[in-house]
């Protein structure tokens, strides 16, 4: 089967889809043949990347979804799997990120649990609601987005992070009987449109610094790392996260 017909006809659940690494993801498996149901806490920006997307020629739907709340997360799910016979790839991407890479005592408990609530047990709650509808597919897979902050654990969001790794490796071991693998991808420092904008540039020349190789991370870097771990190539690959960084945060 051409590499780009491989997901011909697959169903791909993609939370925080509504714009950065989720659109991406969404635009990359509708263009090789899958139908995308997009999933954001804001349902506009959903709707509106998914309507971008169908316009390019993909099957692409848009839904509000907020990833800590399990009833709406469940209802949701079921009603992809009911109109579409199933599901065959959940990506784990929604997440709070760089407002929350501060210290403890500057969040406070409220913004603590927030993170642990979206980054955390959104992805114990949309794995758990997609088991059903996952099992038994030929290729199911399941991709958490972790970050190489996960190897630091400087704040909340590393740990968070780090626990999403953890959660990978439980859930690759608990839904393996079912013929559904688990993997993740903890990205670098990525230069989307958004990190130009807001990462101070001392900051960025200090991570660019201790990468090992001397170019910025870019959105691709990501989708292809995603479209392996999707793919029947990876087929023996389960359980692990696969960290694109440039080579930053290495360890042994």
Known sequence: MPEHDEHQG????????????????GAALSARGAHVVLADIDGAAAEAAAAELTAAGGSVTGVACDVADEVAVEAVMDEVAARHGGLDILVNNAGLHAAYNRPFTE?????????LDVNVMGV????????????????????????????????IYGVSKLAVRGLTVSFAREFAADGIRVNAIAPGLIFTDTVRAQLPEAEAKRVLG???????????????????LVSSKASFVT??????????????
């Open 124 to 155: 114990v709650i949309c794995s758990l609601a997609a088991q059903r509808a996952m099992r038994g597919r030929t290729g199911a897979a399941i991709v958490n987005i972790s970050s190489s902050a996960a190897y630091a654990n400087r704040s």
């Open 210 to 228: 201790e990468q090992i190789l001397q170019r910025e991370g870019e959105e691709r870097d990501i989708v292809e790392a995603l479209l392996y």
């Open 107 to 115: 969040l406070g408990l409220a913004k603590v649990r927030r993170v």
């Open 239 to 252: 359980g692990e996260t696969l960290r694109v960084t440039g080579g930053f945060a290495l360890s042994v």
């Open 10 to 25: 697959k169903v791909a659940f993609i939370t925080g889809g509504g714009r950065g690494f989720g659109r991406a993801f």
